[in-house]
Nanobody, 125 residues
Framework: DVQLQASGGGSVQVGGSLKLSCAVSGHSFDEYIMGWFRQAPGKEREGLACVPSRSDGKTYYADSVKGRFTATRDNGKNTMYLQMDRVKPDDAAVYYC?????????????????WGQGTQVTVSS
């Protein structure tokens, strides 16, 4: 089985940076497509980024974070990261990492098989 644990959340000022991590336990991390999601109070879950399992694959971003957030993975460490830069007030949410085995990246949560517990990000002005 695969288990995911997100960490690194906390308080960040508007315009600041924060880096989230998602540690994955289990086998064959490099076979899983990985994704970052978030959910703010009263809002639907939003897919932010999808990191393909192949090292030469392209990472996909939601328009809301494109150019500000960078998602990467280190298959040697079984870990995925989300570098958050130029943070905005609307970025405040609980952030989740997720994984699934598939052929193509997806920002649709229904495709993902495994989920981490979430890490809270608050944004202060």
């Amino acid at each position: 089985d695969v288990q995911l644990q997100a960490s690194g959340g906390g308080s960040v000022q508007v315009g600041g940076s924060l880096k989230l991590s998602c540690a994955v336990s289990g086998h064959s991390f490099d076979e899983y497509i990985m994704g970052w999601f978030r959910q703010a109070p009263g809002k639907e879950r939003e897919g932010l980024a999808c990191v393909p399992s192949r090292s030469d694959g392209k990472t996909y971003y939601a328009d809301s974070v494109k150019g500000r957030f960078t998602a990467t993975r280190d298959n040697g460490k079984n870990t995925m990261y989300l570098q958050m830069d130029r943070v905005k007030p609307d970025d405040a949410a609980v952030y989740y990492c997720a994984a699934f085995r598939g052929l193509y990246c997806s920002n649709y949560g229904g495709h993902y098989e495994y989920w981490g517990q979430g890490t809270q990000v608050t944004v202060s002005s």
